[in-house]
């Protein structure tokens, strides 16, 4: 029987793994058919993209990871007081948990109070998911966990047939800015069909500020954005049966002051054809290829993407420089 049931789970995971590379070929020909092109930026994240993204929240240009650890660092207390308002038990889940390097210093503050939570990160990545488990086994043994692999509404509706319990979603590192506005409130909006009324949101979110001080988040001088993106046509190639020449493009990066809008894309160096499995891609010389949105936000537009989406915007909690906020709204 346990060998039936190893075997089980093995064919299982060959097929959600078949599944997955079926989606991505998918997502990657839809996106490089249109005009302009586009690549989905959820792919970024294989294991070296996880590897390049650590190093990217480490870097002195990266000013968002350094901000909201300021927050959970300093304001700890502060952020367990507004999510335990009601004293009752609580699932705490994590879109996009990664190595939860931020949350983890509400989790030991939570477990030092007894509070009755369990802990649920989602995240498309497997890998991270699994580093994200043994970093937690080791530092909080005792700690209730459920790692849920996934899209974060398909995750987010697993989540509520394990638990009845009320909901505190934590969604950090300013995610919501790789969305378009109109992609934001639709995002919203279909978060708040997934709670109850009375669930909790906390959301991160990247405030405007200097217009060069954004840029240089995204365009750092040792490259390492460049490598994170440009590791996406690895990925393609390795896992697609693609024949991208990686060298024959380039990172670029844009920032509008007015709307707010960072974005990233990488630059055809040449005219140039592309397999991607049994379809081909032509690139004209100096084509761009859309990669992602890094959106900034005043404290009014968090206000009013709260209201118009069913939630009711209670309390701020800003970094020292103001640069930063995590915002809490509930569900109404």
């Known amino acids: 029987m346990k060998l039936t049931a190893t075997t089980s789970t093995i064919e299982k995971n060959i097929e959600i793994s078949k599944q ?3 989606h991505f070929k998918e997502d990657v020909h839809a996106g490089l058919r249109q005009s302009p092109k586009y690549l989905n930026s959820k792919y970024f994240y294989d294991q070296y993209g996880d590897s390049l993204f650590q190093k990217i929240m480490a870097m002195p240009e990266y000013y968002l990871t ?3 650890m300021d927050i959970f660092k300093n304001q700890t207390a502060e952020i367990a007081s507004v999510i335990r308002a009601e004293q009752t038990p609580f699932d705490l889940i994590e879109l996009g948990a990664g190595d939860a390097s931020k949350s983890i210093h509400l989790l030991e503050y939570l477990k030092k109070q007894d509070a009755d939570f369990r802990y649920m990160p989602i995240d498309i990545s ?4 699994s ?3 043994k970093k937690l086994s ?3 043994p005792d700690l209730d966990i459920e790692c849920l692999q996934g899209e974060y509404f398909d995750m987010l509706y697993k989540a509520s047939q394990l638990s009845t319990r009320r909901k505190v979603i934590l969604f950090l590192g300013s995610n919501i800015g790789n969305m378009e506005m109109e992609d934001v409130y639709r995002f919203c909006f279909e978060l708040r069909k997934n709670l109850n009324k009375g669930d909790v949101v906390m959301i991160g979110f990247d405030l405007k500020k200097e217009p060069n001080t954004i840029l240089n988040a995204y365009n750092d001088s040792n490259g ?3 490598a994170f993106n440009l590791n996406l046509l690895h990925r393609i190639n390795r896992e697609l049966d693609a024949d991208f020449i990686v060298d024959q493009f380039e990172h670029y990066e844009t920032y509008d002051p007015v709307s707010g809008a960072c974005r990233s894309y990488l630059i055809s160096l ?5 397999n991607v499995g049994d379809q081909t891609f032509h690139f004209l ?3 761009p290829v859309y990669m992602e949105v890094s959106q900034k936000f005043s404290l009014e537009d968090t206000r009013k993407i709260a209201s118009q989406s069913g939630f009711e915007p209670h309390y701020n909690i800003m970094d020292s420089r103001e640069w930063f906020v995590d915002t809490f709204w509930t569900a109404v």
């Open 131 to 133: 580093v994200l488990e």
């Open 270 to 274: 040449q005219e140039q054809q592309v």
């Open 20 to 22: 997955n590379t079926e």
């Open 138 to 140: 080791k530092h909080l």
């Open 126 to 129: 497997g890998n991270i998911l």
């Open 285 to 287: 010389e100096n084509e």
């Open 224 to 226: 390492v954005t460049a």
């Open 66 to 68: 350094r901000c909201e």
